[in-house]
T-cell receptor, first 118, second 115 residues
Framework: DGGITQSPKYLFRKEGQNVTLSCEQNLNHDAMYWYRQDPGQGLRLIYYSQIVNDFQKGDIAEGYSVSREKKESFPLTVTSAQKNPTAFYLC?????????????????FGEGSWLTVV | GQQLNQSPQSMFIQEGEDVSMNCTSSSIFNTWLWYKQDPGEGPVLLIALYKAGELTSNGRLTAQFGITRKDSFLNISASIPSDVGIYFCAGQLEAGGTSYGKLTFGQGTILTVHP
């Protein structure tokens, strides 16, 4: 089945540790995104990538890092510099970015990963 | 970053009632998307709007792209229990500037449907 796969679904991080969330898509989409969701809030963009080997900071990139070495993969590392990492993380992709005005080029989401600091 | 004001924040309705929610912005958008999110899952796209004034339906759902390009609404008719969830609007700003290529999301509307 085509889609976006995030793993793990649940992850616990100790203080001072870096952790990496995986995101894989087999939709042949050029663009990929990482969002963070906190309870009662909308989605906030962490990083996005419009093409392989290129990525841009979103609105809340501090304490996070990404790589885009392959078209289908866009892993997110939550570093120890991220002071409040407990949240629901969502990976997404689109055929290309921006999605502006092109029917069918919308953003599709994975099922999310829960990260908790213990 | 850019802000979308989504209202209402929450709704408690009886099964069979119609529902309406909307998003407004001080900026002009050229794409509006509406998503539904079930607890612990990723958002699922409901309707995508690409032109000012566009009115699009998807089953019991209807959404419109405001003619000012600064707002959009979503209506759900004859609600059923499985409509429960969080509904998000999202907009794509016009080309140009540092926000190009990024979606802005509303805060979400929590919908509860009583049988």
């Amino acid at each position: 089945d085509g889609g976006i796969t995030q793993s793990p679904k649940y992850l616990f991080r100790k203080e001072g540790q870096n952790v990496t969330l995986s995101c894989e898509q087999n939709l042949n989409h050029d663009a990929m995104y990482w969002y963070r969701q906190d309870p009662g809030q909308g989605l906030r963009l962490i990083y996005y990538s419009q093409i392989v080997n290129d990525f841009q900071k979103g609105d809340i990139a501090e304490g996070y890092s990404v790589s885009r070495e392959k078209k289908e993969s866009f892993p997110l590392t939550v570093t120890s510099a991220q002071k409040n990492p407990t949240a629901f993380y969502l990976c997404a992709s689109s055929i290309f970015a921006p999605i502006t005005g092109v029917p069918g080029n919308t953003i599709y989401f994975g099922e999310g990963s829960w990260l908790t600091v213990v | 970053g850019q802000q979308l004001n989504q209202s209402p924040q929450s709704m408690f309705i009886q099964e069979g009632e119609d529902v309406s929610m909307n998003c407004t912005s001080s900026s002009i958008f050229n794409t509006w998307l509406w998503y539904k999110q079930d607890p612990g899952e990723g958002p699922v796209l409901l309707i995508a709007l690409y032109k000012a004034g566009e009115l699009t339906s998807n089953g019991r759902l209807t959404a419109q792209f405001g003619i000012t390009r600064k707002d959009s609404f979503l209506n759900i008719s004859a609600s059923i229990p499985s409509d429960v969830g969080i509904y998000f609007c999202a907009g794509q700003l016009e080309a140009g500037g540092t926000s190009y290529g990024k979606l802005t999301f509303g805060q979400g509307t929590i919908l509860t449907v009583h049988p």
